[in-house]
Nanobody
Framework: QVQLVELGGGLVQAGGSLRLSCAAS????????MSWFRQAPGKEREFVAA????????YYADSVKGRFTISRDNAETTVYLQMNSLKPEDTAVYYC?????????????????WGQGTQVTVSS
């Protein structure tokens, strides 16, 4: 089992920044990829960004490239999502997720473990 706890959501004005964190505990060695997904009201959950523990390779959705940065702290088994130049359309519940490998990293069904989610609201 892997436990994931997200922190850092909140309310911010358009153009502002927020940093989310996801602390992983338990059998973290079983998960090579950590990702962020988001889900807005009435919409499906969508991939945002991913990072591998082993090689540090990163992946981003086109909608956030150049604005969001995913990073990791291997010592603390924590993954971060730095979100800059936020837009109202970034408003959603953001979820941290863990998967055993990078194959299919953008597909929610590939992920075995999920956090409880944290709300991000961007006002215009």
């Amino acid at each position: 089992q892997v436990q994931l706890v997200e922190l850092g959501g909140g309310l911010v004005q358009a153009g502002g920044s927020l940093r989310l964190s996801c602390a992983a505990s338990g059998r973290t060695f079983s998960s090579d990829v950590m990702s962020w997904f988001r889900q807005a009201p009435g919409k499906e959950r969508e991939f945002v960004a991913a990072i591998s523990w082993s090689g540090g390779r990163t992946y981003y959705a086109d909608s956030v490239k150049g604005r969001f940065t995913i990073s990791r702290d291997n010592a603390e088994t924590t993954v971060y999502l730095q979100m800059n130049s936020l837009k109202p359309e970034d408003t959603a519940v953001y979820y941290c997720a863990a998967a055993p490998q990078a194959f299919g990293y953008s597909e929610a069904r590939r992920y075995d473990y999920w956090g409880q989610g944290t709300q991000v609201t961007v006002s215009s």
